[in-house]
Nanobody
Framework: QVQLVESGGRLVQAGGSLRLSCAAS????????MGWYRQVPGKERELVAI???????TYQDSVKGRFTVFRDDTRDAVYLQMNDLKPEDTAVYYC?????????WGQGTPVTVSS
C-alpha cells in the first residue's frame, strides 16, 4: 500500500521561505507523477505544482516564479520549495502521487503565512 508522509509545514512571515517534504513508500515502481495540492476551508483542493517522472512540470499560475517542485526518485521523495510566501498561500498542503492510474494523498501539512 502506497503511503505518503509530509513534513515541513509551519507558521512563517510573509516574504519568507519554506520547504515541504514528502516521502513515499509502498511501491516497487517509480511514481508516475508527484506533487502538491493545497486546500483552504470552504474551497476545493487545488493543484499547486506537479512533476511527472519524465520531467514535465506544471504550476498553478499564482505560484509561478516563487515555488519549485522537485523530485528525488532515488528516495521516492518530492519537495516543494516555496519562496516569497504570501498570506494567500496559507492552506493545508497535501502531497500527491499517481501510480498506475491510482491517486494517493498524504495527510496534509499546514502552512500559515502571517502578514
Amino acid at each position: 500500500q502506497v503511503q505518503l508522509v509530509e513534513s515541513g509545514g509551519r507558521l512563517v512571515q510573509a516574504g519568507g521561505s519554506l520547504r515541504l517534504s514528502c516521502a513515499a513508500s509502498g511501491s516497487n515502481f517509480a511514481f508516475d507523477a508527484m506533487g502538491w495540492y493545497r486546500q483552504v476551508p470552504g474551497k476545493e483542493r487545488e493543484l499547486v505544482a506537479i512533476r511527472t517522472y519524465g520531467g514535465i512540470t506544471t504550476y498553478q499560475d499564482s505560484v509561478k516564479g516563487r515555488f519549485t517542485v522537485f523530485r528525488d526518485d532515488t528516495r521516492d521523495a518530492v519537495y516543494l520549495q516555496m519562496n516569497d510566501l504570501k498570506p494567500e498561500d496559507t492552506a493545508v498542503y497535501y502531497c500527491y502521487t499517481q501510480l498506475r492510474k491510482q491517486d494517493y494523498w498524504g495527510q496534509g501539512t499546514p502552512v500559515t503565512v502571517s502578514s
